[in-house]
């Protein structure tokens, strides 16, 4: 797998599973990505299920396969929520797994607020040919809600502080993988 440079990762790209079915779902992504698609694992770095469980997928150091859309896949790390986001919000747990795992990630690669888009977005053709991360996805509101922090003023001890409050336990991969 390709690698992707700490310094080359500018981006947060939002996707949505869209898959609207009851059970979870990950596992079939992950071998959806690996049959059909031919990916080495799943294309995301990281999958946050209805529940909050922050999920991790591709390791940050590869590059992914999610975007390749102004060539996002090499500047970019991708997150996917659980859930189809053409018919349905963000779960309260997941903006919440979101925000802790948004503002780490921005602290960690010093990401500006701005360099967090949505799957469409990273298309320059009006319409875009996707919907993704979802048509109930307001970025804007995404962008002014979760960052929370400007990337630029954090320093070490509240980089340290933030990645205390991630329960990297959540994040192992199933066996599946
Ligand atoms: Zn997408």
Not at 28 to 41: A, L, N, Q, V
Not at 105 to 129: F, M, V
């Amino acid at each position: 797998m390709l690698k992707l440079k700490p310094e080359d990762i500018r981006y947060l790209v939002v996707h949505t599973a869209a898959y609207d079915g009851e059970n979870d779902n990950l596992e079939d992504i992950i071998r959806w990505h690996k049959e059909e698609r031919g990916f080495s694992t799943i294309g995301y770095h990281y999958y946050i299920r209805k529940d909050g469980t922050i999920k991790k997928g591709r390791e940050e150091q590869y590059v992914g396969a999610h975007c390749k859309a102004s060539r996002m896949n090499f500047k970019s790390l991708g997150i996917c929520f659980e859930g189809h986001h053409d018919y349905e919000e963000w779960t309260e747990d997941q903006k919440d797994s979101f925000k802790i795992l948004c503002r780490s990630l921005q602290a960690k690669y010093r990401i500006s607020d701005e360099n967090i888009i949505g799957h469409r977005e990273a298309y320059e053709q009006d319409p875009t040919p996707k919907t993704c991360p979802g048509k109930e996805i307001d970025m804007d509101e995404v962008r002014r809600i979760y960052p929370e922090m400007d990337a630029d003023k954090v320093d070490v001890e509240e980089l340290e502080e933030f990645e205390g409050k991630i329960d990297f336990s959540k994040l192992e991969l199933t066996d599946t993988l």
